[in-house]
């Protein structure tokens, strides 16, 4: 029979926490009442380096049932390295990952599992609604993901980090050792048979969000570099077409300087251009520093999480 594993990072969720576990667990204890999942199945929560209450809040749902488990991070390491670290030490034959936040609805747990039983290697929860979420966050979300795919990166619209994954495929996981992780874009890369299943993204259950904009806009960066060279082309495109524009600038001032009398007025012409040039030169620095940056740190190879006590 079927072990399901379910990972749950948590970064201060003392809040949502005794909610989420109880209604996971009543879930989960349905799945194995109905014999659809082992009972070897667990609910493992990654407590990504809090700083509130949300270990002890673990250890105490461990201690009282064994269904639950945990993994302590040794310090936070943001939400996708402690999704990794659940993916990558998480046992039994599927395991789902899902927001502690109640976010994502735990109901299309039992649809994804059907499709695993159809054959489906990696089910992807895609949200059809997210009324719940902020005008800005759905509006930078929507163009964000139509940025990426215009960048070649293959990304399912919709989609964040609530999926059900088979052991190939999480073994196949394994071998991407990128220290920069974006893990929705590499899911694609893996192959294998995928297919969604639609749920409705609930509203936070309580507390507010780990995601502030400044780490929203690390990790937006992080998917686009991580995935596509297309910004370096852009620097030699748009350096090629300056230097042709201004060849003809200065072919058009030397024309007018020899053959006519409309001498070039000169402040304007010379100190705009040299302006825009120098904006465009430092933004393409500042492109080609970002994968420069993204490079050194993967020549590293720094562990992307480490794990300081297992329950
Ligand atoms: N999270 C985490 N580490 C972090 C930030 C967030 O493990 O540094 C977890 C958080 O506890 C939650 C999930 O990632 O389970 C999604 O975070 P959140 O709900 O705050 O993001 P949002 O839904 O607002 O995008
Ligand atoms: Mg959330």
Not at 19 to 24: I, Y
Not at 49 to 61: C, E, N
Request: proline share 4%.
């Amino acid at each position: 029979m079927t072990t399901l594993n379910l990972v749950v990072p948590c970064y201060n969720e003392e809040e949502v926490l005794p909610e989420t576990s109880a209604r996971l667990l009543a879930l989960l204890q349905r799945l194995i009442d109905a014999g659809e999942v082992s009972d070897e199945s667990r609910i493992i929560f990654i407590d990504d380096g809090s700083r509130d209450k949300t270990w002890s809040i673990i250890a105490a749902l461990h201690a009282s049932n064994a269904h639950y488990g945990g993994i302590k991070l040794s310090r936070n390491r943001g939400h996708q390295n402690a999704l990794l670290a659940g993916l990558m030490t998480a046992p039994g034959d599927v395991l789902i990952s899902l927001d502690a936040d109640l976010q994502d609805d735990i109901e299309a747990i039992p649809r994804m599992l059907e499709q695993y039983r159809l054959g489906a290697e990696i089910v992807c929860g895609v949200r059809f609604k997210r009324n719940t979420d902020t005008f800005f966050k759905r509006f930078t979300a929507r163009n964000y993901y139509k940025l990426l795919r215009a960048f070649g990166v293959d990304i399912l619209p919709g989609h964040a980090d609530f999926r059900l994954m088979s052991r190939k495929t999480v073994e196949a996981l394994r071998q991407f050792p990128e220290v920069n992780l974006f893990l929705r874009g590499i899911i694609p890369l893996l192959g294998f048979r995928m297919t969604a299943v639609e749920y409705e993204r609930a509203a936070r259950f309580a507390g507010e969000s780990k995601y502030p904009l400044g780490k929203m806009l690390t990790f937006a960066f992080d998917g686009i570099t991580s995935f596509s060279a297309v910004p370096l082309q852009w620097s030699t495109r748009i350096g090629a077409l300056l230097a042709l524009g201004s060849l003809c600038f200065g072919a058009w001032a030397a024309f007018a300087r020899l053959f006519t009398d409309l001498t070039v007025p000169g402040w304007a012409s010379t100190v705009i251009p040299m302006y825009f040039l120098g904006g465009v030169q430092l933004l393409f620095l500042g492109v080609i520093g970002g994968y420069i940056s993204k490079t050194y740190a993967e020549t590293k190879q720094r562990p992307r999480f480490i794990i300081e006590q297992t329950l």
